[in-house]
């Protein structure tokens, strides 16, 4: 019974709440759901072979093309976050370079409060500027502020050095993007609790036998 007892508070108290599941819709792009796009046309979810290019999961993989010069368009996925957790951010780009025209592609995260309209934190995750011959895979950390019940994962295009040759078409990928809450370390009061809870058993269980 007290093993029982000791063995049921070791397992609520360090069970994570959440073992790395992907908070992300649709992190691979296969079906259509979860993603929005800031300016239609220039991002779209194309099979695998485009321009000779193989997804590194699944058949399907995001794209950005542009002939025009069209900069700053992102696509985004919103979910809901926790004051001050930790969340591990990670997927993979692919800047052919046959087809660079000097752009850069990154990601970011916007964190926003309850009932908020403006972020309250915006944290840069990754920001490549050279192409790639081929997938490149990136992961990061970012930690959401108190207060913070929203997280806005962006992926977004811009200009690095210089407006960028406008001779021809600029195209790049990403894939398998992951988005997941860090595994929740007990803290030191609950680990504080537990040795109390043990120490109130074994005293509970000498009393019983004397
Ligand atoms: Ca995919």
Not at 30 to 35: A, K, Y
Not at 127 to 132: A, G, H, L, R, V
Request: charged share 10%.
């Amino acid at each position: 019974m007290k093993t029982a007892i000791i063995s049921t508070l070791v397992l609520v108290l360090f069970i994570p709440l959440s073992a790395h599941a992907n908070l992300l819709v649709n992190p691979s792009f296969e079906s259509t759901g979860g993603w929005s796009t800031s300016s239609s046309g220039h991002w779209d979810m194309v099979a695998s072979g485009d321009s000779g290019i193989s997804t590194p999961y699944g058949d399907y993989m995001m794209k950005y093309s542009t002939t025009s010069n069209t900069l700053y368009t992102g696509f985004s996925q919103g979910m809901d976050a926790s004051p001050n957790a930790t969340y591990s951010i990670s997927g993979y780009y692919n800047i052919p370079t046959e087809l660079w025209h000097g752009y850069h592609t990154y990601a970011y995260i916007y964190y926003m409060a309850e009932g908020g309209t403006s972020p309250i934190k915006i944290e840069s995750v990754g920001s490549f500027s050279d192409p790639t011959d081929g997938w490149m895979h990136f992961s990061a950390s970012s930690t959401a502020p108190e207060e913070a019940v929203r997280a806005v994962l962006t992926v977004a295009v811009g200009v690095s050095g210089g407006y960028p040759d406008p001779l021809g078409e600029q195209v790049l990928y990403w894939d398998n993007l992951y988005f997941a809450r860090d595994e929740v370390i007990p803290e030191a009061s609950s680990i504080t609790l537990l040795s109390i809870g043990i120490a109130g058993l074994v005293m509970f269980s000498r009393m019983k036998r004397s």
